[in-house]
């Protein structure tokens, strides 16, 4: 615990934490204190000599870089610190004449603000003159002549977003800020994090869409809808449209940061492909444009004579990361109530199912054990199967800045990432052999003695149970399956085992596999092995992929638990669920959504209602959920754009986009946040939640969660029925969401301050950590001479998911190629003869397309990459239908294919 030491502040004793900055105790206390060259999330200050304050005995001092000391008496108010602060900031206006009329940034200036307050006269009649204005970045624009060598931009780029893609050049008058070796951002490698734009207090960095402040212009504070890091937002919108999304600074999760898709992937919204009319598709089989009383009236029809004919198993209901928690919630509720099946599944089951289910089982819940803070407190993080600066650029930068900070790096991935390139050490296993080397390093650690034997005795159980399946797992085994020498595993296990505060993240390259369960176990082993559980900096966590995938299994979207995991089958929760819904949830658990797909097609699966997910385009095996959806009787999918699986709706219908939603989301590390609308729906399109309900009430069911008017959601109340029904909920409502910023669950009442770490000094919720035996299995399909390299998926840093947002958003001017590309290491593309932009065949055992070449070292021999992010490519059309025995997750990351390259169509002959 920090000691308090005691200060007076312009005649007021307080008691603060021993290492407070000076500047941030006295706005603690209510006294403005201006800078210009301060962020709060950056040590870095002092150069502008705004924030000077005095220290009695000892002078004027810079209260941004000042840490306060025992019995010393501050004065921030005095006339001589005023005069101070003026000539400091004439000495920045020398070079800055303030010509604010003609500025483009006129009224969003800090140094204008501080140069008013100080009271320094804009100019009268400036005069305009050349200005040199560097342009070539589509959203990053610099004009050297408004730099006050504040230094903040260069701060943020290398220490917050850990890049070094800016920097500083000469001395004194002449110093300038540059990028790289003074070239154009995108050659010096710029990833338009944004983070330059957030600090810079002139307008030197800006945005082009930056102009003199508008009348009328509106900020609403929101979380993103893209990834799981949960950042935070504030989005400026003008008469209904959004202009602008700037990172919050209050932000928990991001800290005032942001990557280039929550920044300016947001033009999708105001895109002319928007739904924003229901549509039926008419007898003649082509979707036509109807009103809401039709499309309801149809629906409520479809699924009651279907459920009324062949049973309420004979329909599902697939959810999304998309939606809101409430949205969830009462898509759930729909299915357990008003359609009476707990055929109920969402997109984690693509994704994270395998972490959920081995967390669960060993530690007591499916969640992850860290919040993100932890990142920061650790001395070594094991990150496997996981590509954060691309997939989750926010939390790569937290990653990028603790290892700057001297934290131990060790990547498994096949491929060199950038992360990988970092690390202090990069085991690059072959895809499919992730459950042999995890094993092959917990038998060193236990063969060496070098678990935590104490920790081991008084958490856990299971020891006794790893040897037989460890047993045969040696290095050298392990080393001829993952093809990577022996003694990368030895080192691996034990610099891991002597880390004092080890952390271990896991993304898709470990759970999207047959063995997805078994590595998420054999992870958890390993924290628990090394003590590494419940102390601050350690723990075991999944990335999780899309923005609330965890809140939609909080939630219960899920075929064999309701909200908080409770299990169906349990009959005390079914008798607590009926006291509040009226209505007993289903016991028998439901089918999967690989299952749901197979009913389809067997004829058994009749009637299906998708909301914001699209299976046909980023479900394994396409070819055959398109053939699932095309058997149903009746299917209904609720999108904001026509998505490849709306192409065989019955009924489709307009949604809307997280900026114009209200609610919850929860992000990878159980951190929940409110979701505040910026805009309205386009159109006639509704939230997700307000559709549920009306079709709900159009079938005869009060699902008991809408707002005053009846027709829409309420999302307050939406949360209070969560709160009452859910353990762990308890103690989270709307009201101290507003009021803390976020709160983590676990959160039983309303006292409750959230938990960052769980199953603190290791005593786990289920009560003793279990280690789990992890037998190896090889792939389900293996390469051969006729498909003789591994084809293994994922996201890229400009897009997310299946596109459907950033394909429609700015972001497609930073993308030299607007279609998919197949990465293949130089000696595979020697050996077939194919050079960079060659159009290639990709052909598996599942099917075959087509895409460009890209010939790169970052792809190990034998193994190729893709992603799936445009519909024309069908990727997944080549992934077959392996999946994770436990959970059945698909096996994205491990497809034996063949490549041949397409020879050009020879030219026509010309005429003679």
Not at 542 to 552: D, K, S, Y
Request: aromatic share 4%.
């Amino acid at each position: 615990m920090d000691a308090v030491i005691r200060v007076e502040i312009d005649g007021r004793v307080v008691h603060l934490p021993e290492g407070t900055r000076l500047l941030h105790a006295l706005r603690e206390l209510g006294i403005a204190i201006p800078t210009l060259c301060h962020w709060e999330h950056v040590p870095h200050g002092g150069r502008c000599g705004i924030c000077l304050v005095e220290e009695v005995g000892r002078g004027l001092v810079h209260a941004c870089q000042t840490t306060v000391t025992p019995g010393a008496c501050y004065r921030s108010t005095t006339s001589e610190l005023q005069t101070a602060r003026h000539w400091a900031m004439r000495l920045l206006l020398r070079n800055h004449p303030l010509r604010c009329a003609i500025c483009p940034v006129e009224g969003r200036c800090r140094l204008q603000t501080l140069a008013m307050e100080l009271g320094f006269q804009l100019l009268a009649n400036p005069q305009p003159t050349v200005e040199i204005i560097d342009t070539r970045h589509p959203f990053i624009h610099r004009q050297p002549s408004l730099c006050i060598q504040c230094g903040l931009c260069v701060s943020v780029c290398q220490k917050v977003q850990g890049a070094d893609v800016l920097g500083m050049m000469g001395r004194g008058e002449k110093q300038a800020v540059i990028a790289g070796a003074d070239t154009s951002l995108e050659q010096a490698g710029c990833v338009a994090c944004g983070g330059c734009l957030a600090v810079c207090p002139t307008g030197a960095i800006r945005e082009p869409s930056v102009l003199a402040r508008q009348v009328g212009e509106r900020v609403v504070a929101t979380t993103c809808g893209y990834c799981a890091v949960g950042c935070r937002l504030q989005v400026t919108t003008e008469q209904g449209r959004i202009v602008r999304v700037e990172p919050d600074p209050a932000g928990s999760a991001n800290q005032g940061h942001a990557c280039v898709k929550g920044r300016f992937g947001h033009g999708f919204v105001h895109s002319p492909d928007r739904l924003t009319r229901p549509m039926i598709r008419n007898a003649q089989g082509v979707l036509e444009a109807c009103d809401w009383q039709t499309a309801l009236g149809r629906i409520a029809e479809g699924f009651a004579t279907i459920r009324d004919t062949h049973g309420p198993e004979s329909l599902g209901v697939v959810s999304s990361a998309r939606c809101t928690n409430e949205e969830n919630y009462v898509l759930q509720k729909f299915a357990r109530v008003v359609l009476g099946t707990n055929n109920i599944d969402n997109c984690a089951r693509v994704c994270h199912s395998p972490s959920a289910f081995a967390l669960g089982e060993a530690l007591g819940t499916g969640a992850g054990t860290s919040g993100f803070e932890e990142i920061d407190r650790s001395d070594l993080l094991l990150i496997v199967g996981a590509n954060p600066t691309e997939s989750h650029p926010v939390l790569g930068a937290r990653i990028r800045r603790a290892v700057r900070n001297g934290c131990t790096l060790i990547v498994l991935d096949p491929r060199r990432t950038e992360l990988a390139r970092m690390a202090h050490l990069h085991l690059p296993l072959r895809p499919g052999s992730n459950v042999a080397v995890i094993n092959a390093m917990q038998r060193v650690i236990l063969d060496e003695k070098r678990l935590d034997a104490a920790f081991v005795a008084d958490h856990s159980e299971g020891l006794e149970s790893l040897m037989p399946v460890l047993a045969s797992c040696t290095p050298e085994w392990a080393a001829q399956v993952g093809e990577i020498p022996a003694e990368l595993i030895f080192r691996a296990a034990r610099l891991f085992a002597q880390a004092q505060r080890g952390q271990i993240l896991w993304g898709l390259g470990i759970t999207e596999a047959c063995q997805g369960t078994m590595a998420a176990f054999g992870l958890i082993n390993l924290a628990i092995l090394t003590g590494n559980i419940g102390r601050p900096g350690t723990g075991a966590s999944p990335i999780r992929g899309q923005n609330n995938v965890q809140g939609a299994c909080d939630m219960g979207a899920l075929p064999n638990v309701t909200t908080d995991y409770q299990s169906v089958t349990n009959p005390e929760m079914r008798a607590r669920f009926k006291a509040v819904w009226g209505v007993e949830p289903p016991a028998k658990p439901g089918m999967k959504m690989p299952e749901m797909f197979a009913a389809a097609r067997a004829g058994t699966l009749r009637g299906l209602y998708l909301v914001a997910q699209d299976p046909a385009q980023s479900d394994p095996d396409s070819a055959q959920v398109a053939a699932a959806l095309r058997k149903l009787e009746f299917l209904v999918v609720q999108e904001i754009f026509l998505s490849e699986s709306a192409r065989f709706a019955h009924v489709v219908l307009p949604g809307a986009s997280f900026f114009e939603k209200r609610g919850t989301f929860v992000n990878s590390d159980r951190r929940v946040q409110p979701v505040l609308q910026a805009v309205s729906p386009p159109g006639q399109a509704r939230t997700d939640g307000d559709i549920v309900l009306a079709l709900a009430k159009r079938m005869g069911w009060d699902l008991g969660c809408a707002d005053a008017s009846e027709e829409g959601l309420d999302a307050d109340r939406t949360l209070a029925e969560i709160a009452q029904l859910t353990p762990n909920w308890g103690g989270i409502s709307t009201g101290r969401l507003h009021k803390l910023g976020f709160l983590q669950w676990p959160c039983p009442d309303a006292d409750h301050p959230g938990t960052g770490l769980m199953h603190g000094g290791g005593d786990c919720l289920r009560g003793l950590a279990r280690l789990t035996p992890t037998p190896w299995q090889p792939p389900e399909s293996g390469c051969d001479p006729t498909f003789p390299l591994l084809l293994t998926t994922g996201r890229t840093l400009y897009h997310y998911n299946v596109g459907t947002m950033t394909r429609r958003s700015a972001i497609l001017s930073l993308v030299a190629a607007q279609q998919e590309s197949i990465r293949i290491h130089p000696h595979n593309a020697a050996e077939l003869g194919i050079r960079s932009g060659d159009t290639v065949a990709i052909v598996s055992r599942q099917g075959e397309t087509t895409a460009q070449a890209e010939v790169v070292a970052e792809t190990p021999p034998g193994v190729v990459f893709m992603a799936f992010h445009f519909p024309q490519t069908r990727t997944n059309l080549l992934v077959g239908p392996g999946s994770d025995t436990h959970t059945r997750c698909p096996e994205y990351k491990v497809t034996p294919v063949r490549i041949q390259k397409i020879p050009l169509s020879p030219r026509p002959a010309g005429r003679e």
